[in-house]
């Protein structure tokens, strides 16, 4: 999973791209503890469905203007450029089985 600069996740915005984002915090791990359980999950759904959506991730430790948007750890979902879900924290693996199969 390519992990995007700031500038790039604006890139796929701007071209409008369907694609999962898969926001997360390496410094929040200790404090955060579902981070430890997304870190396993998102890679096993890009396994599942990678071959038919693109996943990404972005650091916030990296770009921590972006906590404003996004939640850590978070699943954001894009088609044509526009967040259509958001899933916050640790999921069971059905609820994010029906929000890539939305898309």
């Known amino acids: 999973m390519k992990e995007l600069s700031r ?3 604006r890139a796929l915005v701007d071209g409008k791209e ?3 984002l898969y926001v997360r915090s ?3 791990k200790e404090k ?6 997304t870190d396993i999950v998102v890679p096993e759904m890009e396994k599942s469905f990678g071959s038919k959506f693109k996943f990404y991730s972005v650091n916030v430790d990296n770009y921590p203007d972006l906590l ?3 939640p ?3 699943v954001v979902i894009f088609k044509e450029g526009k967040e259509v879900v958001k899933l ?3 999921k069971a693996w059905n609820e994010y089985v029906e929000a890539l ?3």
């Open 7 to 9: 500038q790039e996740l």
């Open 18 to 20: 369907t694609f999962v």
């Open 26 to 28: 390496e410094l929040k």
């Open 32 to 37: 955060i503890r579902e981070i430890f359980d």
């Open 68 to 70: 404003k948007d996004y």
């Open 72 to 74: 850590v750890p978070a």
């Open 88 to 90: 916050e924290g640790i």
């Open 101 to 103: 199969l939305c898309l």
